[in-house]
């Protein structure tokens, strides 16, 4: 079956720092675009950064360009999203998702992510 388990969400300063981590397994991640997304309480679902399959090109949302990185482990299977100089406004949920790879993951939409994981709180708060 295939499945995606996020890790590494906690409680961090501002100015802090956290790694999340995205896990497959039932499927190779290797061929996907993968996403991660934040939902913060009463806001909708936003992209945050996405990493694609074809050439590992990537794309940020203007809030966390600078601040966060996504890069891919094929051989382990995972995705990570490194993020530093934290900031409250990051606070929310963090999930990660897969679509079809192929094409730049700049060009893909939220609806056009099928398989998502359980989510990872992250709370940046002093």
């Known amino acids: 079956q295939a499945q995606l388990v996020e890790y590494g969400g906690g409680l961090v300063q501002p100015g802090g720092s956290l790694r999340l981590s995205c896990a497959a397994s039932g499927f190779t991640l290797a061929w996907d675009n993968i996403g991660w997304f934040r939902q913060a309480p009463g806001k909708e679902r936003e992209e945050v950064s996405c990493?694609?399959?074809?050439?590992?090109?990537?794309d940020y949302t203007d809030s966390v360009k600078g601040r966060f990185t996504i890069s891919r482990d094929n051989a382990k299977n995972t995705v990570y999203l490194q993020m530093n100089s934290l900031k409250p406004e990051d606070t929310g949920v963090y999930f990660c998702?897969?679509?079809?790879?192929?094409?730049?993951?700049?060009?893909?939409?939220?609806?056009?992510?099928?398989?998502w994981g359980q989510g990872t709180q992250v709370t940046v708060s002093s």
């Open positions: 990493i694609s399959s074809s050439d590992d090109s990537t």
């Open positions: 998702a897969v679509t079809s790879g192929g094409s730049a993951c700049s060009g893909d939409t939220i609806t056009d992510y099928v398989l």
